[in-house]
């Protein structure tokens, strides 16, 4: 499993890590997401690897911003 992790900002309750997680989602590959508004990381792993641009892309939709760290 490739997992990649993300420092998100501008989270700050649950509503903003539900609207993080229903962008991230959609990324095709993507199949397990941790999120948190406390830390600002955001976690997503996949059986296949996952496009960097697309889930950073998917934080910007979601109306945050968001690089990797990991």
């Known amino acids: 499993m490739s997992t990649s992790e993300f420092q998100v900002t501008g989270m700050t309750c649950g509503h903003c890590e ?7 989602g959609q990324v095709p590959g ?20 996952v496009e960097v641009s697309k ?7 979601a109306g945050y911003s968001a690089v990797r760290v990991g």
Do not use: K, N, P
């Open 18 to 24: 539900l609207s993080v997680r229903e962008e991230v």
């Open 30 to 49: 993507v199949e397990e997401i941790e999120v948190s508004a406390q830390t600002g990381r955001l976690v997503v792993s996949g059986s296949e690897t």
């Open 55 to 61: 889930v950073l892309a998917a934080v910007d939709e």
